[in-house]
């Protein structure tokens, strides 16, 4: 079947800019996390969803960042006023469930903010 | 604050050989461990994982090995293979804790 899916695959936008990234995840998966990878680190926490509802967020870096998945399935990262320092592959994940169920990762989208 | 730690950035081995990737946690309270493969413009791929209540866990030419009291964990590929050139990251949790933490990845690459 399809794995997870992430639009879109390169950003570049300017600072300051509003972004959104998608993610679908793979059906049937109720669990949805987002990473962040900054160049030469591993993948970062920010947030996951146990259906509709984010039941974890606290890897946000601020109240610019946020994240929703309205009907339980794709989600959406929306980053505003976007600082240089955000830049980074934005990785979304799923799993069948939560705890200890393997996490399948999409490609990631490449945000650059010049 | 790193919890999860790979200190080696890079390793490079003959075809053939034995690949040992080493990992190190601060937190005591992780109890499972994983390994993540990541291959370019692709998303981390799971390999192997390990619970606290083992110390060794083998799926072919793949075995991790935990040793609680160092806090230290490796992943050890025999016979490397040029295909498993690639980034491996070490990832861990608190059971059934969904926030996973991992290293900066080691880059290994495999000779023919």
């Known amino acids: 079947g399809a794995g997870v899916s992430q639009t879109p695959s390169n950003k570049v936008t300017e600072k300051g800019k509003y972004v959104e990234l998608r993610c679908d995840p793979i059906?049937?998966?109720?669990?949805l996390y987002w990473y962040r990878q900054s160049l030469g680190q591993g993948p970062e926490f920010l947030i996951y969803?146990?259906?509709?509802?984010?039941?974890?967020d606290s890897g946000l870096p601020n109240d610019r960042f946020f994240a929703v998945r309205p009907e339980g399935s794709v989600s959406t990262l929306k980053i505003q006023r976007t600082e240089r320092g955000d830049s980074a592959v934005y990785l979304c994940?799923?799993?069948f469930g939560l705890g200890g169920d393997t996490q399948y990762f999409g490609p990631g989208t490449r945000l650059t903010v010049l | 604050d790193q919890q999860v730690k790979q200190n080696s950035p890079s390793l490079s081995v003959q075809e053939g050989r034995i690949s040992i990737l080493n990992c190190d946690y601060t937190?005591?309270?992780?109890?499972?461990f994983l390994w993540y493969k990541k291959y370019p413009a692709e998303g981390p791929t799971f390999l192997i994982s390990?619970?606290?209540?083992?110390d060794k866990n083998e799926d072919g030419r793949f075995t991790v090995f935990l040793n609680k009291s160092a806090k230290h964990l490796s992943l050890h590929i025999v016979p490397s293979q040029p295909g498993d050139s690639a980034v491996y990251f070490c990832?861990?949790?608190?059971?059934?804790?969904?926030?996973?933490?991992f290293g900066a990845g080691t880059r290994l690459t495999v000779k023919p």
């Open positions: 059906s049937g998966h109720t669990a």
């Open positions: 390990i619970s606290s209540i083992k």
């Open positions: 969803f146990q259906g509709t509802g984010a039941a974890d």
């Open positions: 994940a799923s799993s």
């Open positions: 990832a861990a949790r608190v059971y059934n804790n969904n926030d996973m933490r």
């Open positions: 937190n005591s309270m992780f109890d499972y």
